[in-house]
């Protein structure tokens, strides 16, 4: 069991990684990696010429049951917006344009294939959100 969790670490890490060597290879800055306010996670915080975005990754381990990007459910997105809004405000950036993304890095041996699902999610006031 300590085994498997310690993988699927060590997957999630190196897929984060991957993720943020992707997202400034298409000009994004990286500001956070893995910023936490109690509960709430956000993988990568980036800042690009269209804004702020918030990153959730997924990583997996070929073959997968499902694609790892349809693995953030609605529960998650809450999660990520309340602390996309938190770090605004913590900041003093809420006037800022935002973006919810979504990378997914698959590995099949050495080898890794990276989906980027730009504004996978828009959030919209009073009733959730909104899955582009």
Request: net charge negative; aromatic share 10%; hydrophobic share 40%.
């Amino acid at each position: 069991m300590a085994c498997k969790q310690d993988c699927r670490g060590r997957i999630g890490r190196t897929g984060e990684e991957i993720a943020a060597r992707f997202l400034a290879g298409k000009g994004h800055d990286v500001l956070e990696r893995n910023w936490r306010a109690g509960h709430l996670e956000i993988d990568i915080i980036t800042e690009a010429e269209d804004g702020i975005h918030f990153v959730e990754v997924k990583s997996r381990v070929f073959p997968t049951e499902a694609r790892p990007e349809e693995n953030v459910g609605y529960g998650k997105v809450r999660k990520i917006v309340s602390a996309a809004s938190r770090w605004l405000r913590q900041k003093g950036k809420e006037n800022l344009e935002c973006r919810f993304d979504v990378v997914s890095v698959v590995f099949d041996g050495e080898e890794y294939r990276i989906d980027y699902f730009p504004d996978a999610f828009v959030p919209v006031a009073g009733s959730g959100c909104v899955f582009l």
